[in-house]
């Protein structure tokens, strides 16, 4: 059916914040003595959240008091350098401005917290979104519903009216888990080759995705 509303992904989908995240990783790191990460390691296993991403990267040979000194410093570090080197992806803004004039509803669901959320998205893009729904005490971060729920319930919308765009895997389980069909880019922080084992549709570019939802049925 045709959508009413379109939720968006943030990171690796509508922003490129994969080097401010690289960065806040990395102090944390060297602060523990802990070895650096390279930005495809990171780009790779990034859409889980901040908790899951440090303990991926830590592996398995690091105790409970190191995992949470890193995860602590690399929060306190990203909420004061998410601006450094954000951009959107090429295409994203006027992408979103074509959908708002369409008279579409547009939504952000992401695993960041509500006001470094809400702070890059309106300083970024405007007011062009309707809801903005980032992680907030109590909720479960995605794949799980509860970021969903929440802009259903805000806009007053149902999960069949809804499309949600994502650049992962996690994104994937996200909208099945939540009854919501699905487009994942590969722009973003997977190539297509590593979305090989999803069952989406997946697209390449803005132009591409612009067509396709225009034309969802």
């Not at 690289?22 to 296993?45: G, P, R």
Request: net charge positive; hydrophobic share 35%.
């Amino acid at each position: 059916m045709k959508k009413t509303t379109i939720i968006f992904d943030l990171d690796g989908t509508l922003l490129n914040t994969v080097k401010d995240l690289k960065n806040a990783a990395n102090y944390a790191f060297f602060k523990n003595n802990q070895k650096l990460v390279k930005t495809k390691q990171i780009k790779y296993i990034l859409g889980s959240g901040a908790a899951k991403t440090i303990k991926i990267l830590l592996k398995e040979n690091i105790n409970n008091d190191i995992y949470e000194s890193c995860l602590y410093l690399f929060k306190d570090y990203y909420s004061k350098h998410y601006f450094d080197h954000v951009k959107p992806y090429h295409g994203i803004t006027h992408l979103l401005n074509k959908l708002k004039n369409d008279g579409y509803k547009l939504a952000v669901a992401t695993n960041k917290s509500q006001q470094v959320a809400t702070n890059l998205v309106q300083n970024i893009f405007g007011n062009v979104f309707d809801c903005i729904q980032g992680h907030e005490e109590g909720m479960k971060p995605k794949p799980e519903k509860d970021t969903f729920e929440k802009i259903f319930d805000k806009l007053q919308i149902k999960p069949k009216e809804c499309l949600y765009i994502g650049d992962t895997e996690i994104d994937e389980l996200t909208s099945s888990i939540s009854n919501v069909e699905c487009i994942l880019v590969t722009y973003g922080f997977r190539t297509k080759s590593q979305l090989k084992d999803t069952n989406v549709l997946k697209v390449n570019n803005v132009r591409e995705l612009y067509k396709i939802i225009k034309n969802w049925d």
